[in-house]
Structure formats: C-alpha cells, structure tokens
C-alpha cells in the first residue's frame, strides 16, 4: 500500500481526510498529518512518502513546494481536496501515476525520473493530441508528475511533417515505430531551452509535434519562436543524418497558455 502526507493548517482539508475510512481498501496507508513547512519537512526525513497533499496559505505553499524541488524533485504533490469525495477522486489519479510508475520496478534500469517523464509525455500527448483535458485536471496532473512548466505562461507549439514514404519505412523498420521516432527526437533536441522546456510528441494516430512550455521561476527570452526554430531544425538534420528520419516544420503556433489546450478554456470560472 501507498503512504501518504498531508501538510495543511486548513479545517476543511483536516476534517474531509479524517472522514474517510476506507484507505486501505483503496490502496493507501491512513496518512501521516503535518501542520506546517517544518513539520513536513520533518516528516519527510523521518518517513517514506510516495505522494505529499498540500494545503497551506501560499506564501507557505510556495516555500514547501521550493523545498520540494529541490530534495524530493519526483515525488508527486496531489491535490488535497475538501470533501471526502474529492480526497478519493484526487487519490484515485495519484494511484494511476503510482502504478504505472512502479510497475517496472521489477526492470534493473529503474529510473523514477525517467519513468515520470514518460508519464508527462503521455499527458502531453494526449493534450496535443486534442483528447478532452479540463483545465483543473490539466494543473493536478502536472503537479502529480512533478513537471517544471508553467501552465500560465505562454507556450509555443510546431506540426512536423513526415512523407508517406518516411512513415511506411518507419513502421516497417521498427515496431511501436512512433514512440520510438519520439524518444529519438527528444534525445536529439529535447531538454530546456532558453527558459523553455522543449517536448517533442507524437500522438498515436502518427502526427509529430514539439511543445515549448516556459519553466517555472526562469525568464523567456523574446526571441525563442527563432530560438526553438534553430534547435529543431538543428535535432532534424541530426536526425536524418545518423537516423535517416525526414521531417519538415510545417507550422508554427504561439498560444497564451498551456490551458489553451484544453476543453473549458475561455468559459468561466
């Protein structure tokens, strides 16, 4: 079972988890309860937590979430909801990430890290893509999988384009040839980038695209539509050099947020 931590000084918080009865049915160790930054901190060092709920005022949130970055950068934040359906709902999504993140605890290469960036590229994907993301599930699922982007910032979004006969000679030559078209374009140009974090994807129906998403805490610079442009275009040469991959940009498109993805932007509320 899964062990947890709440930090929250906030009554409707406290009372929705003390609520809830049925932990471990659910999977989950009843939580340990702290109070405040030092108290989480203490926590933390004494005990083993595999996702941490908090629920401060934000000048204390900011510094709890800071310190997180910086000691404990892949544990996932969930969100602490206020009823106890809402506790159950949130705990529900931070199971989905604990289970298909330890389910390769069995392989000897096991890296969290890299297993948590995959899951922020399925999420990525699967918003590019145009499945259906509500914004408030947008903001918990990056919290959940640690990512540095900031959804409020502007981000920048390119369409690659392969040729018919680039995508028969792909599938032909490897199996599960579009995850792993991805995985060769993330090594070749993936990574920060003048306080972007450049994420190339590709959905599952085989359309390639690179999303720029401004990291938290860093200034973008005016110039990065060219500056991505340069390290793209640079990634695809690599890749047709050493992998024989033609790609093109085919469009470029600079959105107001990473929200802008999703189903209910614009409405209120």
């Not at 108290?39 to 005990?47: F, I, N, Q």
Request: charged share 30%; net charge negative; proline share 3%.
């Amino acid at each position: 079972m899964y062990k947890l931590l709440l930090v929250s000084d906030q009554e409707d918080v406290l009372d929705a988890f003390n609520r809830v009865d049925s932990w471990e049915y659910n999977g989950f160790h009843r939580p340990h309860i702290r109070h405040d930054v030092e108290g989480a901190k203490e926590s933390l060092r004494r005990h083993h937590a595999d996702g941490i709920g908090i629920a401060l005022e934000p000048e204390a949130e900011r510094e709890l979430t800071e310190y997180l970055q910086a000691e404990y950068p892949v544990l996932p934040i969930f969100e602490a909801g206020r009823t106890p359906t809402e506790v159950m709902e949130y705990l529900s999504e931070l199971r989905t990430i604990l289970n298909r993140v330890r389910a390769d605890f069995s392989s000897d290469s096991f890296d969290e890290q890299q297993l948590l960036l995959r899951a922020r590229r399925y999420l990525f994907r699967r918003l590019v893509g145009g499945e259906k993301v509500t914004r408030k599930e947008l903001g918990r699922n990056m919290r959940l999988l640690r990512s540095r982007m900031d959804p409020d910032k502007p981000c920048i979004l390119m369409d690659l384009q392969k040729s018919s006969t680039e995508e028969d000679r792909l599938v032909g030559r490897w199996q599960d040839s579009d995850h792993l078209l991805e995985r060769e374009l993330f090594q070749s140009f993936g990574g920060d980038v003048k306080g972007f974090h450049v994420l190339p994807l590709v959905t599952d129906d085989g359309r390639v695209f690179v999303l720029a998403g401004a990291l938290r805490g860093q200034e973008q610079q005016d110039d990065m539509v060219a500056a991505l442009d340069q390290c793209v275009q640079a990634g695809i040469a690599h890749a047709e050099e050493y992998r024989g991959i033609h790609l093109r940009v085919t469009g470029v498109q600079v959105l107001p947020t990473l929200y802008a993805f999703c189903s209910d932007y614009g409405s209120e509320g």
